[in-house]
T-cell receptor, first 112, second 115 residues
Framework: EDKVVQSPLSLVVHEGDTVTLNCSYE??????LLWYKQEKKAPTFLFML????IEKKSGRLSSILDKKELFSILNITATQTGDSAIYLC????????????FGTGTRLTVIP | EPEVTQTPSHQVTQMGQEVILRCVPI?????FYWYRQILGQKVEFLVS????????KSEIFDDQFSVERPDGSNFTLKIRSTKLEDSAMYFC?????????????FGNGTRLTVT
């Protein structure tokens, strides 16, 4: 069975800190990995990664994939209280309609 | 930016009642999905829908669930006889294609509370 495991489950940091969130996966026929940010409601798309070693960057957020070691990290530098959210990692399931299989998420809390 | 909209934002119903959750996907998207998130748990796939039929469904999506695209814009999830364990946040999502590199766009969800 495909698996997506995120760590840590929760994290509390102070504003200005840098955080690294981890996602490891075991999936048949890997094709891509996606990161989403979930605040109070809808998960919002952050990044899609398909190739090893190529960093995707958006402002203070960046992410990279290691297809050999089967993991991805999401970095947030100079955290702000607005970064407080659950960060979800997901991979398309093998076969079928590429439906997303989600990890349990990392709950990040940034305190002033 | 176009978005997926869901109504209602919160629905309270009694056990055994039928509920219909409504979604308006992004207008030029062709693939539609329902996901569920029980409080404190992971987001789980329920069903995918394309060309007016279900393309895939999970084990959760049993006979009490059904989906429909009654017109050109709405996409609905019906739960026929709700159970306490159906209480969850239900997310609708859509995307243009079903390829692995086409991200899902989620609505804000409907929180269903079954009492």
């Amino acid at each position: 069975e495909d698996k997506v495991v995120q760590s840590p489950l929760s994290l509390v940091v102070h504003e200005g800190d840098t955080v690294t969130l981890n996602c490891s996966y075991e999936v048949t026929n890997f094709r891509s990995l996606l990161w989403y940010k979930q605040e109070k409601k809808a998960p919002t798309f952050l990044f899609m990664l398909t190739s090893s070693g190529i960093e995707k960057k958006s402002g203070r957020l960046s992410s990279i994939l290691d297809k050999k070691e089967l993991f991805s990290i999401l970095n947030i530098t100079a955290t702000q209280t607005g970064d407080s959210a659950i960060y979800l990692c997901a991979v398309p399931e093998y076969g079928g309609a590429n439906n997303l299989f989600f990890g349990t998420g990392t709950r990040l809390t940034v305190i002033p | 930016e176009p978005e997926v909209t869901q109504t209602p934002s919160h629905q309270v119903t009694q056990m055994g009642q039928e509920v219909i959750l409504r979604c308006v996907p992004i207008s030029n998207h062709l693939y539609f999905y329902w996901y569920r998130q029980i409080l404190g748990q992971k987001v789980e796939f329920l069903v995918s829908f394309y060309n007016n039929e279900i393309s895939e469904k999970s084990e959760i999506f049993d006979d009490q669930f059904s989906v429909e695209r009654p017109d050109g814009s709405n996409f609905t999830l019906k739960i026929r006889s709700t159970k306490l364990e159906d209480s969850a946040m239900y997310f609708c999502a859509s995307r243009m294609t079903d390829t692995y590199n086409s991200p899902l766009h989620f609505g804000n969800g409907t929180r269903l509370t079954v009492t």
